[in-house]
């Protein structure tokens, strides 16, 4: 099951990645090669397994909700890229 | 003996004698840098005053007797995705050029509390993506005992840095195999914790449920140093395990008596260099003259680890890797570039789009890809799920092997040191430098890489034990074992 260029440009979208035609070109390849490959998990009967997806035995480790010191605005908003007194700026949204 | 060619230990007790002073030490260490570093280009960042300034201070402070903390006064290099307040944090990538965090990972506060003196921030691959650390935006790193070499990934930078004695303990992370292969290629220690037993609170995130940071040094009883220092459960990290510390330095030299190592037949195939092959028998035959006794071991999912890791490490990265999109840190495209609306893309997409494009390197971007392609609707279940899956079944091998057996030995890579540029154009040739690094991280378990041979043009060959969880107390004792018998982790890099 190879990838077709169409359906890496897809992907690209949902990524918010930009591809040259190159790399459109390449990473089709790329993908596709290593699609063939990892899809060997086939051979393998997995019908009565569970997914394991994390390899602790714990689950929703929750903290007291009670408000702690946080980072201070200035802290937070010290590397932005574009920022004005209070938040940070970027293209409108709606 | 070169004081910079002595252990961490060796070197705390000088200090604690007042035979030795942080500075001199620390000055000794910046003397090797300055003379091998251009060769080498294992940090990205030295931080060489404020060293000498903590030096001086923790020199002061032993002198008037205070109390002081297990790494006082020894220099530490730091892989460059651990954050550290006001000091410029990277990941090897243009994404975060001129990024500083405001707080220290958790592992950084812990080696502040313990007094070590932070030299310098390590090379690496780019987000930590890769097994050369070819793959860093900013440089490339030589291996210190053939320069034309790599010196692993994707902690070459710290494997190097320990090599080239440029520091005596250096902190790397393992995702799929990221310390112990790079360990095994520079001839040094490297030691993967069982996941959950360092936190990863201000390690930037890779793949949450593989990622862990770990001790590179020279040799064993430094790494249980380092170890003591790191370990430890985290309120900050969610995923981090309540489980009681043992005593690992004070351990590390009792030897194991009726030790059992397991040897896993699917690992010696025609893909395995005849060389590491040999050393690793060799190492094999050292245990036994200790007394251990060897069983063999099927692990029959191991060989879909490869596969396993390359669905699920890639996924998990798709996700980590989306807060990099130029709002709040971190490199943004040209406002110019996004301003002109083109047909249904709005701006705040396209700037989403270009950031990411021109901050990422190829091999991010890759693995990006293929992780969104493999969480997307109508592909999930088939990929992703059918992963967690095998990934249940390779964790039940350890857990089957385990039973019969105190430890696995086994090798850590399947060839040595290969050159600069040599698997750049096949990213799943280089994908299968981590078949017995992987499935670890996938189990969870810990792993070790200790130096135990020279190939025949002198490129370092490591074998890798490997525990149950939370056993690195067992782990660490078992490759001293090891060290005590051999002399391979004295050997250094002919300059």
């Known amino acids: 099951m190879a990838l077709t260029r169409d359906d890496v440009e897809k992907v690209s979208l949902l990524a918010r990645l930009r591809l040259t035609d190159d790399e459109?070109?390449?990473m089709t390849e790329h993908l596709s090669q290593i699609i063939q490959y990892v899809n060997q998990l086939d051979e393998i009967n997995t019908d009565d397994v569970t997914p394991l997806a994390h390899t602790l035995d714990i689950t929703n480790v929750l903290a007291d909700d009670v408000p702690q010191d946080c980072l201070s605005r200035e802290a937070a908003l010290q590397n932005a890229p574009q920022r004005d007194e209070e938040c940070f700026r970027v293209p409108a949204v709606l | 003996m070169s004081i910079i060619s002595k252990s961490a230990t060796q070197q705390r007790e000088m200090l604690r004698t007042g035979e030795l002073t942080s500075v001199e030490l620390t000055t000794a260490y910046l003397e090797q840098i300055k003379l091998r570093e251009s060769a080498v280009k294992a940090f990205v960042y030295l931080d060489e005053e404020r060293a000498l300034d903590t030096a001086q201070q923790i020199d002061v402070r032993r002198a008037a007797g205070e109390p002081l903390g297990d790494l006082a006064g020894i220099p530490v290099a730091v892989k460059d995705n651990l954050c550290t307040q006001g000091v410029p944090t990277t990941c090897a990538s243009k994404i975060l050029n001129g990024f500083v965090p405001p707080y220290d990972a958790t592992v950084i506060a812990k080696l502040k509390t313990a007094d070590a003196v932070l030299i310098g921030r390590t090379n690496m691959d780019e987000f930590a993506m890769g097994s050369s650390t070819e793959n860093s935006a900013i440089q490339v790193t030589n291996n210190p005992w053939d320069l034309q070499c790599i010196p692993g990934g994707s902690s070459g930078g710290s494997a190097a840095c320990i090599a080239a004695e440029f520091a005596?303990?250096?902190?790397?992370s393992d995702t799929g195999g990221s310390i112990r292969q790079p360990a095994a290629l520079c001839g040094i220690v490297g030691l993967k914790p069982s996941y959950g037993r360092v936190s990863r609170y201000g390690l930037v995130a890779f793949a949450s449920s593989l990622d862990q940071i770990g001790p590179m040094t020279s040799n064993v009883e430094d790494a249980a140093l380092l170890l003591q220092v790191l370990a430890g459960h985290d309120s900050h990290d969610s995923t981090s395990a309540d489980v009681k510390v043992d005593s690992y330095v004070e351990n590390?030299?009792?030897?194991?008596?009726?030790?059992?190592?397991g040897v896993v037949d699917e690992h010696y195939g025609d893909g395995l260099d005849k060389e590491i092959q040999a050393s690793i028998k060799e190492a094999i035959g050292v245990y036994?003259?200790?007394?251990?006794?060897?069983?063999?071991i099927e692990m029959p999912h191991a060989s879909y680890g490869i596969a396993t890791y390359y669905i699920i490490a890639p996924c998990e990265a798709s996700s980590?890797?989306?807060r990099f999109d130029g709002a709040h840190y971190g490199y943004r495209t040209e406002p110019s570039s996004v301003d002109q609306t083109s047909g249904s893309e709005d701006a705040l997409t396209r700037m989403y789009r270009l950031s990411r494009a021109a901050g990422f390197g190829d091999e991010v971007k890759r693995r990006i890809?293929?992780?969104t392609y493999a969480l997307s609707e109508g592909y999930y279940d088939a990929f992703y799920l059918k992963a967690l899956k095998v990934r249940r079944l390779i964790r039940q091998d350890y857990d089957n092997a385990f039973e019969a057996v105190d430890l696995l030995i086994g090798p850590v890579t399947a060839k040595s040191a290969f050159k600069q540029g040599e698997k750049t154009s096949d990213p799943l040739a280089m994908y299968m430098e981590d078949l017995f690094t992987v499935t670890a991280?996938?189990?969870?378990?810990?792993?070790?890489?200790?130096p135990c041979g020279l190939t025949a043009t002198g490129l370092p060959i490591g074998v890798q034990l490997q525990s149950a969880p939370f056993q690195e107390d067992k782990l660490l004792r078992a490759a001293y074992m090891f060290q005590n018998a051999t002399d391979w982790h004295q050997r250094r890099p002919d300059f």
């Not at chain 2, 590390?252 to 190592?261: E, G, I």
């Not at chain 2, 036994?288 to 063999?296: D, P, Q, R, V, W």
């Not at chain 2, 991280?441 to 200790?450: C, D, F, K, P, Y």
């Open chain 2, 320 to 322: 980590n890797l989306a």
């Open chain 2, 288 to 296: 036994e003259s200790l007394g251990a006794t060897i069983k063999h």
């Open chain 2, 168 to 172: 005596p303990l250096a902190l790397g």
């Open chain 2, 252 to 261: 590390v030299t009792q030897p194991l008596s009726d030790l059992t190592l």
């Open chain 2, 441 to 450: 991280n996938l189990a969870g378990v810990a792993g070790i890489s200790l």
């Open chain 2, 369 to 371: 890809m293929l992780g």
């Open chain 1, 24 to 26: 459109l070109n390449s």
